[in-house]
């Protein structure tokens, strides 16, 4: 059995099960569960003479102190992490579809509770292993010991977010010839996340530039940015490498992105401008402030905007402006209005959703919009066939067609099985990525599966 790595570690309801259901959160917090002496009586902590293996005749087990005191917490803070903690595990139950498969639920509590739980399997050696040489987190109610207060501490830290930094002021020129590469929510060291990583790496002609459109799991911590990410980003020492923020990368105060990804991308701030002479291409910070546009971002791109004469701009962020199935950005809408409602925005891809859908034109903002959040997370499958098929495609997967809303352009959506979620292929949806050629005036936008077959091909005008 080869030495697991962090990346390869994936926490499941069902190896918490026994740890999670043995706590009564509410209750113990109540108690101050978190001091030495009031241990006797704690819910939280193992008891002299408890057996740790379960096992008739074993020695007693050794007394697991509980090791926090956190009686310097404001009462009401803890009071609200406590319940925050529960909702977490709550979320984390039902989201749990498919034994041995990686999830994560979309909450700040919830993916710190997973990426500790990571963090501790690792760290106690209470791993199982699983297929493809990933391994599953395996508690039991005998780990309990001290780890709720080791975890808000933990928590704690993270609360507090990393500086923003200010966006540049020039832009980084691109030749009038550039391939860009696309992926989101990528970060994961799962699945097709490698495959997808490693077709971009062996492209012919190379990329110039390779884009992540954020989410990186559980939390973006600093051991997660190294194994989950950095160990797997595409080696492409000539090519320019932008990462956006996102929600996951600030659910640990953007730690591992603005310590690591940011300077070993060269990235001065988490927004970035590339140019050249027909397109301008921006990155925005939507990750920051959760689904909005933090510090002076709006200025910035109203500045980057004047100056660019009559390039086309094409916009890159975690979050989406629209969506047909999940929710909307108003904040991103309001405040790009002025640039949306003139026809400034050619093109906008963005992430978060976990799917891949290629929508028409939006008729009154003239911009073309792209959801590629489907790099490396394994999401879970919709029943699309009741949709209109748009296209087969040679990989086996299709384009459905989903009709317009009030807000969003008809689209198409990409809909398949999943061959490296092994575990459950047909229950899980395609990874892929996508990408730009840019020849002078003109973009050719491509779909690809994660090996790189050419899914989907159009120039967009
Ligand atoms: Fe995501
Ligand atoms: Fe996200």
């Known amino acids: 059995m080869s030495t697991p790595t962090p990346g390869q570690v994936i926490v499941s309801y069902r190896g918490l099960a ?67 903690l529960q909702k977490a595990i709550g979320e984390i139950a039902v989201a749990d579809r498919t034994p041995g498969v990686f999830f994560v639920p979309d909450s700040q509590a919830a993916s710190l509770l997973l990426a500790y739980m990571a963090d501790k399997g690792l760290e106690t050696g209470k791993l199982e292993p699983l297929k493809n040489n990933n391994f599953e987190v395996k508690f039991d109610d005998h780990d309990i010991g001290g780890w709720v207060g080791s975890f808000l501490r933990d928590w704690i830290k993270r609360l507090q977010k990393r500086p923003f930094l200010p966006p540049p002021t020039g832009v980084d020129v691109i030749g009038n010839s550039a391939r860009i590469a696309i992926m989101g929510d990528w970060g994961s060291g799962l699945y097709g996340a490698p495959v997808c990583a490693q077709s971009i790496e062996k492209a012919n002609p190379a990329y110039d530039v390779v884009v992540h459109l954020g989410d990186i799991y559980y939390a973006g911590n600093h051991k997660e940015v190294k194994s989950r990410f950095l160990a797997y980003w595409p080696k492409l020492p000539k090519a320019l490498h932008r990462a956006v923020n996102a929600n996951h990368e600030m659910y640990s105060g953007g730690e591992g992105y603005f310590d690591h990804v940011l300077p070993e991308f060269k990235q001065p701030s988490s927004v970035f401008a590339l140019q050249n002479d027909y397109f ?5 910070d939507t990750g920051y402030s ?12 109203a500045g980057l905007i004047a100056q660019a004469g009559n390039r086309k701009v094409v916009l890159f962020s975690h979050h989406q402006p629209f969506s047909v199935l999940e ?18 925005i050619f093109a906008w891809y963005w992430g978060h959703e976990h799917r891949c859908m290629v929508y028409e034109k939006h008729r009154e903002w003239q911009m073309w919009g792209r959801l590629i959040g489907h790099s490396g997370y394994p999401y879970f499958r919709k029943d699309f066939s009741g949709y209109p098929l748009a296209q087969a495609n040679r990989d086996g997967s299709s384009f459905r067609v989903l009709a317009a809303t009030d807000v969003a352009p008809r689209s198409a959506v990409l809909d398949g099985s999943n061959p490296y979620v092994t575990d459950a292929p047909l229950k899980y949806g395609p990874h892929g990525w996508a990408s730009i050629e840019l020849v002078d005036r003109q973009i050719v936008e491509r779909i690809h599966a994660a090996d790189g077959t050419v899914l989907h091909e159009k120039e967009l005008l």
């Open 18 to 84: 026994s740890l999670l259901e043995n706590i009564d959160l509410q209750s113990a917090a109540e108690a101050g569960f978190l001091r030495n002496e009031e241990a006797g009586d704690n819910p939280l902590v193992a008891r002299a003479g408890d057996d740790p293996m379960g096992v008739a005749g074993a020695p007693p087990a050794q007394v697991q102190p509980v090791s926090e005191d956190l009686s310097d917490i404001d009462e009401l803070q803890r009071m609200v992490m406590m319940s925050q």
């Open 280 to 284: 301008l291409l921006v990155g925005l």
């Open 290 to 301: 959760e689904h909005d546009l933090h510090g002076g971002q709006v200025e910035w791109l």
């Open 327 to 344: 929710s909307q950005g108003p904040k991103l809408i309001k405040k790009l209005r002025p640039f949306l409602s003139t026809g400034r």
